[in-house]
T-cell receptor, first 117, second 115 residues
């Protein structure tokens, strides 16, 4: 199957700083990438959807100025958490999608655990 | 609008016993349905998906699920649980894959396998 990587896998930062998380599709070109966050023992909540070369579409309640998403190429999307606060501590998962044989296939990265102190 | 409900946030079975994880969906259009597995501190791995072909879908690791439109269900089963099946399982739904439809996830079911 297709592989999606995320970097870093874990990051600890101080309150007020910014953190960048990278998501890469390693063996395919992703026309669309998604960013999710997952709180402990809860499901994945979609934060935003991004298409290569265009602005991300944010879900209701997600601050676009706080969670900056850049989808610079067909294999790379980045999520930057700006001015991080302890309540931003969460597990962030990216997902990449491409079209094959007339249908969409979506694959998930391994996640990044962010801890804000 | 699409949504899924997973009954039972935690299921425990004995090793070798039948695994049954329940999922009911709500969709205003013919749905695509998915089951994903998540191991601790990892992303999601696709187990299987239903895309309007055969109603009984076979996936990886011996899992299968049956789409029942009359019951709006897509329950996940495995005849014999293995210790390595212990994980979090998520059911998800999307609309027909003709556009930028996103996945909507259930709240997950944690499967514990007792030796």
């Amino acid at each position: 199957g297709a592989v999606v990587s995320q970097h870093p896998s874990r990051v600890i930062c101080k309150s007020g700083t910014s953190v960048k998380i990278e998501c890469r599709s390693l063996d395919f070109q992703a026309t669309t990438m998604f960013w999710y966050r997952q709180f402990p023992k809860q499901s994945l909540m979609l934060m935003a959807t991004s298409n290569e070369g265009s602005k991300a579409t944010y879900e209701q309640g997600v601050e676009k100025d706080k969670f900056l998403i850049n989808h610079a190429s067909l294999t790379l999307s980045t999520l930057t958490v700006t001015s991080a606060h302890p309540e931003d501590s969460s597990f962030y998962i990216c997902s990449a999608r491409f079209r094959r044989a007339g249908d969409y296939e979506q694959y998930f990265g391994p996640g990044t655990r962010l801890t804000v102190t | 609008a699409q949504s899924v409900t997973q009954l039972g946030s935690h299921v425990s079975v004995s090793e070798g016993a039948l695994v049954l994880l329940r999922c009911n969906y709500s969709s205003s259009v013919p749905p695509y349905l998915f089951w994903y597995v998540q191991y601790p501190n990892q992303g999601l791995q696709l187990l299987l998906k239903y895309t309007s072909a055969a109603t009984l879908v076979k996936g990886i690791n011996g899992f299968e699920a049956e789409f029942k439109k009359s019951e709006t269900s897509f329950h996940l089963t495995k005849p014999s649980a293995h210790m390595s099946d212990a994980a979090e399982y998520f059911c998800a739904v999307s609309g027909p894959s003709t556009g930028a439809n996103n996945l909507f996830f259930g709240t997950g079911t944690r499967l514990t396998v007792i030796p």
